[in-house]
Nanobody, 115 residues
Framework: EVRLVESGGGLVQPGGSLRLSCEASGFTFKWSTMSWVRQAPGKEVEWLSSIDYNRPPIYADSVKGRFTISRDNAKNTLFLQMNSLKPEDTAVYYC?????????WGKGTQVTVSS
């Protein structure tokens, strides 16, 4: 059974930082493309970043230069380091993967950027 569990969200002031984690199981993590997406209230899901096992990470323009995706294949864990956070980054953040041709998301972790 594929399982993705996000953690690390919370309330942070504008300009602050958070590091999200996504613990994965049930598939061969090290060979899988992993992504972070988010959904703000009343808005569509927004893709943020993806990391493959053999190519450099890619980022949406909205987070490029502020967010960094990384992975620890030994621990089957995906990370998202988020710096210089803005109020518009407030959303539920999900990790995503497509092993075996099927989309999987975790339950998400809430990030709120507010003073």
């Amino acid at each position: 059974e594929v399982r993705l569990v996000e953690s690390g969200g919370g309330l942070v002031q504008p300009g602050g930082s958070l590091r999200l984690s996504c613990e994965a199981s049930g598939f061969t993590f090290k060979w899988s493309t992993m992504s972070w997406v988010r959904q703000a209230p009343g808005k569509e899901v927004e893709w943020l970043s993806s990391i493959d096992y053999n190519r450099p990470p890619i980022y949406a323009d909205s987070v490029k230069g502020r967010f960094t995706i990384s992975r620890d294949n030994a621990k089957n864990t995906l990370f998202l380091q988020m710096n210089s956070l803005k109020p518009e980054d407030t959303a539920v953040y999900y990790c995503h993967t497509v092993p075996y041709g099927v989309d999987y998301w975790g339950k998400g972790t809430q990030v709120t950027v507010s003073s």
